[in-house]
């Protein structure tokens, strides 16, 4: 059982940066793929960013590449997402999803193991 927590959430103006994090707990952490989603008012769940277990490999959604990284330190079981030049169209309710298969993560929101209830992010104009 792995149970995830987001925090870093706020209200921020165009062009500014926010950084997520998500604190999971057990002594597995390193052995999930995890990820980040997010969720607009009216709009389906999409994905933004995924890292495998080790951290060598990332992955992005066309809509944040080059302006969100993500991380993770698995000493302290934490997954972050650095999110910079923020605009309006960001604004969602941000998720962390973990599972067994970064494969799995890729191909949607759908069926994946474990998720964190959510942190809303704000970007006014």
């Known amino acids: 059982q792995v149970q995830l927590v987001e925090s870093g959430g706020g209200l921020v103006q165009a062009g500014g940066s926010l950084r997520l994090s998500c604190a999971a707990s057990?002594?597995?952490?390193?052995?999930?793929?995890m990820g980040w989603f997010r969720q607009a008012p009216g709009k389906e769940r999409e994905f933004v960013s995924a890292i495998n277990f080790s951290g060598a490999d990332t992955y992005y959604a066309d809509s944040v590449k080059g302006r969100f990284t993500i991380s993770r330190d698995n000493a302290k079981n934490t997954v972050y997402l650095q999110m910079n030049s923020l605009k309006p169209e960001d604004t969602a309710v941000y998720y962390c999803?973990?599972?067994?298969?970064?494969?799995?993560?890729?191909?949607?929101?759908?069926?994946?193991?474990?998720w964190g209830k959510g942190t809303l992010v704000t970007v006014s104009s």
């Open positions: 057990g002594r597995t952490f390193s052995s999930y793929a």
């Open positions: 999803a973990a599972d067994g298969k970064i494969a799995t993560m890729l191909s949607g929101y759908r069926g994946l193991d474990y």
